[in-house]
Each structure stands twice: as structure tokens, then as C-alpha cells.
């Protein structure tokens, strides 16, 4: 029998292993593949201060904005500053004033896989807004605010003002979640929100302050005020959960049995695809050598 008719057959079929083993090996993986985490991120932030103030000069023919915050974040950071002032012109002869200082005035805000988180703390403040340079708009001793929101449980926020509050010079009584109306004759009034929290399946804001301010000392009409004011806001959003067997961390799945040498379910595949390899060249290679 002619030789040649053992080579073709050889190489055909050692050709024909490798195509099934190079074929079946990337089908087996693509079934037993490393898994992914998902794409949803987590957020956060905080902010110690934050005016939305309408400023009218001269009986409201010069309306200017007071729209400045302090330590204001976005996770991953934090700040820790305890004063802030503007310039506003036509107020104070265009000096800069202070709108807010503190002892303590820290904001931060973190996010992980596993957990979103937004935090403030304001101890021994003073608030203060153009027309009223020698008396505070709101004095506090102690506030904070507090929003966590960890994948897959139901996110928690939390607002705590601690100690004595003082509105417009005027000593308040305050109730925790209730809303206290504060009026100065001859100066204003302020509507002050306490403790306000917020939260849904997936997202959680807490705000230990927010004011409500309409002042005009003594009508006049030479600074009048009105907006809000808003003391120590935290806010996250959870990470999405990952689905069941998905690691957070985008880890291959491994399987029990080969969990301890690092294989996965596909290597006894990938394994019986090189032998056949093997026994396929040596096939191959015996032939020819025969033929010789």
C-alpha cells in the first residue's frame, strides 16, 4: 500500500483534533467563566452649610444672592473648614462679613462596594446674614447628621442638634422632627425644620437644620432677606446588590472540587483538549516515521 495514503489520513486527523479541541475549550470556558460585578455605583455626600438667600439693598432696588456653601463633599473626600465668609456689594461697604464660624466643622463622605456613607459634625456655630452684622441669624452648640446606605439593606438616616439653639438672639425650644416658627418684632421671623430625614429603598438624606428666613430689621427696607438656610445635610445611595454568586469583586467562581489547587470546572476540559492533541501528533509522527 502506497505510503502516502497513511500520511494524508494522519495529518487529517491530527488536524481535526486540534479544530475540536481548539473549538470545544473556548466553549466550555465561556460557560464557566470568571463573573462580573455589576455596574451600579454607590454615592454619597455632605455639606456643613448651605444658604439660598435673596438679599434686597434699598428698598429692593438692588437684589443680589447669597448662594455659598461651606465643606461642601462628594465621596471619596472630607473637609474640615470652620469659617466662611462672602463679600456681597452694596452690604457692609462691600467687606467681606462672616456668614458662618465654628469650632468644629467637619463633612465627610465615603463609599465602598459594600457601603455608601455621608456624615457631618458642627459644634459651637454662629450663622449670620447681611443687614444683622451683631446679631446671629441661628446659634448651635452641637449638630449632626448621618446617612448610611449598605447594599442590599434598608438605608438609615439620622439627624441629631445637640444642646441649645438660639434664633435671632431669642433662646428656642426646639422638637426633634417638628418645625418651630421663631418671630423677632422689628427684626423678622424664621421657620426652622428639625431633624428632617429621608429614605427610600435605595437612597437615604438626613438634615439636622433648615431655616426658612424672612428679615428686614426694623423695615427699613436697607437689607432685606428671605431664602433658606440649611445646617449639616448627609445623603448616600447604596451600591447594587450583587447578583447571587457574583462575587462584589468580579472573582472567578471556583468549583468545590478544585478549589484547593486554584482550578476552575473547565481545567478536566481543557486538560482532555491537550491530550487529544498529544495522542494526535504522535499519531501523526509514528506514521511518518513508518513511511520512512
Do not use: W
Request: one cysteine or more; hydrophobic letters at 45%; a positive charge.
Amino acid at each position: 500500500m502506497n505510503s502516502n495514503a497513511f500520511r494524508m489520513p494522519a495529518r487529517r486527523l491530527a488536524a481535526t483534533a486540534a479544530a475540536v479541541s481548539l473549538a470545544a475549550g473556548p466553549a466550555v470556558l465561556a460557560g464557566a467563566g470568571p463573573a462580573h460585578a455589576t455596574d451600579g455605583h454607590g454615592r454619597a455626600g455632605a455639606v456643613v452649610l448651605r444658604t439660598g438667600l435673596d438679599v434686597s439693598l434699598l428698598n429692593k432696588t438692588v437684589n443680589v444672592p447669597l448662594a455659598v456653601s461651606l465643606n461642601e463633599v462628594q465621596a471619596p473626600r472630607s473637609a474640615e473648614k470652620t469659617t466662611l465668609t462672602a463679600k456681597l456689594d452694596g452690604v457692609d461697604g462691600g467687606q467681606p462679613f462672616t456668614v458662618l464660624g465654628a469650632e468644629v466643622a467637619r463633612a465627610g463622605a465615603t463609599v465602598s462596594a459594600e457601603k455608601a456613607e455621608g456624615s457631618v459634625h458642627l459644634a459651637h456655630a454662629k450663622v449670620h446674614i447681611p443687614g444683622l452684622p451683631l446679631l446671629s441669624l441661628i446659634e448651635v452648640d452641637q449638630v449632626t447628621a448621618k446617612a448610611v446606605c449598605a447594599a442590599g439593606e434598608k438605608p438609615v438616616a439620622s439627624a441629631n442638634p445637640l444642646g441649645a439653639v438660639t434664633v435671632l438672639g431669642k433662646r428656642t425650644t426646639v422638637s426633634a422632627g417638628g418645625v418651630t416658627e421663631v418671630k423677632v418684632p422689628g427684626v423678622g421671623e424664621v421657620r426652622l425644620d428639625l431633624s428632617s430625614t429621608r429614605t427610600t429603598s435605595r437612597t437615604a438624606a438626613a438634615t439636622a437644620l433648615r431655616l426658612k428666613v424672612s428679615v428686614n430689621p426694623l423695615k427699613l427696607n436697607v437689607a432685606e432677606v428671605e431664602g433658606t438656610v440649611t445646617l449639616a445635610e448627609a445623603t448616600c445611595e447604596s451600591p447594587a446588590e450583587p447578583a447571587p454568586g457574583v462575587s462584589p469583586q468580579g472573582a472567578a467562581a471556583e468549583s468545590p472540587g478544585l478549589a484547593e489547587t486554584g482550578g476552575s470546572s473547565a481545567t478536566r476540559y481543557v486538560a482532555a483538549g491537550a491530550l487529544a492533541l498529544l495522542a494526535a501528533g504522535a499519531t501523526a509522527v509514528t506514521l511518518t516515521r513508518r513511511r520512512g
